[in-house]
């Protein structure tokens, strides 16, 4: 490919679901009581829902589970202005910079005012491909890994940024939604989080079994 498709990008365009909608082709939008409870018992159950909303239909096939007693946590040592989000209500999306250049977007779950999220660190992109592709600059054309699979990628197809912390994705009208089209992933598999120094053998990381979008798993070179 010699460069991203010459299509506009839709961060502003109707949900593809219809604004509004609730029932259709996308499933029911997932109810908060869903989001409550331990971060390990919540993160899997993400797996197979879709977000629908700026252009795109996505499927979650990879997430990451961290909690105010984790130490890889933001919230570890406490609430702050810019880990707010993450003390609830559930089905916030949390969004932070990554390392001065990803934003990474989480579904705050739990009870309200308990720390926790679940980060989302890979995608299937379902419908809204030539949008996913401009916004990875081309890159990702022929592997679903490279578009979607990782949360830095996962940031650039959503088209995150800071402003978005706060969203509320179980809002039909929020402009980009949770939804639940009753597909459920045949297995899912448990591992170490990627990249993590604290808590580095903690199995809070869940995936679809053999999913070409699912990301590489890193080990810190100090954990």
């Known amino acids: 490919?010699?460069?991203?498709?010459?299509?506009?990008?839709?961060?502003?365009?109707?949900?593809?679901?219809?604004?509004?909608?609730?029932?259709?082709?996308?499933?029911?939008?997932?109810?908060?009581?869903?989001?409550?409870?331990?971060?390990?018992?919540?993160?899997?159950d993400l797996l197979g829902l879709l977000l629908v909303g700026r252009g795109l239909v996505a499927r979650v096939v990879e997430v990451e589970g961290y909690d105010e007693d984790d130490p890889a946590s933001h919230t570890h040592h406490g609430r702050t202005d810019a880990n707010a989000t993450m003390f609830g209500p559930p089905g916030r999306l949390y969004v932070y910079l990554s390392h001065g250049l990803h934003h990474c977007g989480n579904v705050a779950v739990?009870?309200?005012?308990?720390?926790?999220?679940?980060?989302?660190?890979?995608?299937?992109?379902?419908?809204?491909g030539?949008?996913?592709?401009?916004?990875?600059?081309?890159?990702?054309?022929?592997?679903?890994?490279?578009?979607?699979?990782?949360?830095?990628?996962?940031?650039?197809?959503?088209?995150?940024?800071?402003?978005?912390?706060?969203?509320?994705?179980?809002?039909?009208?929020?402009g980009m939604v949770l939804r639940d089209d009753g597909q459920r992933p045949a297995h899912v598999v448990t591992g170490p989080r990627v990249g993590v120094r604290l808590a580095a053998d903690r199995p809070w990381r869940w995936w679809v079994a053999d999913h070409p979008a699912v990301s590489r798993y890193r080990r810190h070179p100090r954990a």
């Open 110 to 128: 739990g009870p309200r005012g308990v720390g926790a999220a679940v980060l989302l660190r890979a995608l299937a992109v379902e419908r809204g």
């Open 130 to 174: 030539p949008v996913a592709l401009r916004r990875r600059e081309g890159r990702g054309a022929d592997d679903p890994r490279l578009l979607a699979g990782g949360p830095g990628r996962v940031g650039q197809v959503l088209a995150l940024d800071r402003a978005d912390d706060g969203l509320d994705l179980l809002d039909p009208g929020a």
């Open 1 to 44: 490919m010699s460069g991203p498709p010459d299509v506009p990008d839709p961060v502003d365009m109707p949900d593809p679901a219809g604004a509004g909608d609730t029932a259709g082709e996308f499933g029911e939008p997932v109810p908060a009581e869903r989001l409550v409870g331990p971060v390990e018992r919540v993160a899997p």
